[in-house]
Structures are given as structure tokens and as C-alpha cells.
């Protein structure tokens, strides 16, 4: 059986037997759309070792493929070749020899504190429509630099995730289908009240925490693009809403938060993947330093 005519049963298995999270599902369809187009072996029983290493070559060679890329390649495969060894499809995983290219150690690219003030201040200033635009993207913005959500888990919230008299959010079904609470800071949350009055004021009661300006309906992925792009533009700072979550963990260790309490708070299942903030801030190391004994 072709690998095409697999792709929907794997897809359906993957959302409602594993309850994976749709964006999981759509770096899935990515993946295996490229392989029907540029695998050289499309009958999933005939696929072998040496067609995956062709494939994986050519998106490293002439696609120039980040090592990023190629992992998530790697591990979708895997997982798709997994799934048709235990529908009895094939019944060896032609990836599972692979090597895999030593992952590039950058730091995570972030924002100073400065810069992130200026974003904010610009969200501030900026000539919107009406006043409701206004504190909807001021508390968007605040809603990533104070608390470091991903930016599915911010469309993701409802009406009932947000307790601003309790000062903590609720993530739903956060990367890897995990739950978790963060606590609202008073910054963040004085922002979260003002933008909940001008919603009341228009009636908005989509169960969507943030909605859309035109109509009663959550914000969607497209409206919040354009919102970065506005502030990109406007402020003259360039940056990715992945690179304010990793200026809210840098952030946060420079001023005084511990590991532990970050890594619950970003959501990571392995604090290891939260200690590489540690060499992003430099703040943070020279506090550290002070530390040494002979220093006095």
C-alpha cells in the first residue's frame, strides 16, 4: 500500500487514539506531503534504509536543511514507520538506523529588557482603530513576556483558564498534551482587567479568552501574525513570539527565579531542556559569580 493512501488512517490514529495536538498532526502532514512528493519509494512495503537516506540528503544538500529540520523529519518518519509496524505493514523501521546529525548548540535568540519594554510601549502608542485593539494586543504582549506561553497555548485559552482574581492561568493540553498553571504577576494582571472591561463593553461572549475585533470569535493564528507584524514595524525590533517566551525565561532567572520553578512554569518535561537558559543570561551567570567565597 502507498504511502498517500496510509496517510489519513495514521493522521485520524495519531489525533484521536494517541491525542496528539493538531499542530503535531500538521507537522505530520507536512513531513509525509514531502515524502510523496520527493520519496523514491512510494509502496510503504518496499521502502527501504537507503530510500530514507536519499531523502534525508536531498533536503539537507539542495533543501539546506537546519539540523532542527532534519530531526523533525527523522522523528516523524520514525513514528510513522513505528505505526505501520504494528498494523503489521511492514515489519522493520527503515529510520530507526540513521544517524543523526549532532544538534547545533546556539543559545535561544531573546529580547533585553529593554526591548522589551519598548514593545510594549509601542503596543501603547500605536494608532489604533478604537481602544479595545489597543489593551487587547497591550495584554497579548504582556501575556507572552510575563508569562512565557507558546503561541497556540495563548489562542488556545478560554474565558474559564484566565482566574485574574487569583492571579494564575490555566494551559490547556500544552505541547505533549500536558496541563499546567502559571502565575499572574500584577503587571500582567492589571492588563488582563482593563482588556476584559472593553470586552464586556462589546459583548463579546465567545468562550475564546482572546477574540477578534470584528467579531464574537477567538482570535485566530492569521490575526495574531498580523499583530506581530504591525509591532515588528512600528517598533522597529525584529522577533519571533517564540523569541518572547524565550526572553520571559531569561528574564525570569535574571531575576532570581530558580530552575525548577521555570521549567514547570514553561511547561518542559525535562528540566535539562530549561538549563540552557542559564548560558543564555549573562545577568544571571554574573550575579552567580558573585557568589565565590574569595570574592571577599
Known sequence: MEVKNLAERFYNHSLHIRCYSEATIRRYKYVLDFYIKYGPEQEV?????????????????QRHWKTTT?????NSLKVFFD???????????PISEIEIPKLDSALPKKLTKQDAFILL????????????????????FCTFLFAGLRR????????????????????RRGKGNKDRYIPISNKLAQSLYKYLEFRNKLHRTSPSFFVSSIRDAGLELEGLKKIAE????????????HKLRHTFATLMLEG???????????????????????????????????????NN
Open 230 to 241: 504591525q509591532v515588528k514595524l512600528s517598533s522597529g525590533i525584529w522577533f519571533t513570539i
Open 83 to 93: 505505526w505501520c509496524i504494528k498494523n503489521e505493514l511492514v515489519f522493520t523501521n
Open 70 to 74: 532534519y530531526l523533525v523529519f527523522y
Open 121 to 140: 510601549e509601542t503596543i501603547q502608542n500605536y494608532p489604533h482603530y478604537n481602544a479595545f485593539l489597543r489593551q487587547r494586543n497591550y495584554a497579548i
Open 256 to 294: 532570581g527565579c530558580d530552575i525548577y520553578s521555570l521549567s514547570k512554569m514553561m511547561g518542559h518535561s525535562d528540566i535539562k531542556t530549561t538549563t540552557i537558559y542559564l548560558n543564555a543570561s549573562a545577568e544571571h551567570l554574573r550575579v552567580q559569580m558573585t557568589k565565590h567565597p574569595m
Open 152 to 171: 497556540q497555548e495563548l489562542l488556545n485559552l478560554k474565558i474559564s483558564d484566565v482566574d485574574v482574581p487569583n492571579l494564575s492561568i490555566l494551559v
Open 45 to 61: 512495503g518496499q521502502i527501504r534504509q537507503s530510500h530514507i537516506r536519499e531523502l534525508l540528503l536531498f533536503g539537507r544538500s
